[in-house]
């Protein structure tokens, strides 16, 4: 079975729960994934996460 994951969906389902869990976290949660974002997409981390 192939499994294929992308970081950019699971980041962005963490990011929710803890926002609900914690919405005091909103300003951290958001800078934190708009770097990793940015970072993925300067280092070409952009084509997702692969599980084989």
Do not use: D, E, K, T
Request: no cysteine; aromatic share 8%; hydrophobic share 65%.
């Amino acid at each position: 079975m192939n499994m294929q994951l992308s970081l950019a969906p699971i980041i962005a389902l963490l990011a929710g729960i803890l926002i609900l869990v914690q919405p005091r976290l909103l300003n951290y949660i958001v800078a934190i994934y708009l770097i990793v974002i940015g970072l993925l997409g300067l280092f070409g981390g952009a084509g997702g996460f692969h599980m084989h």
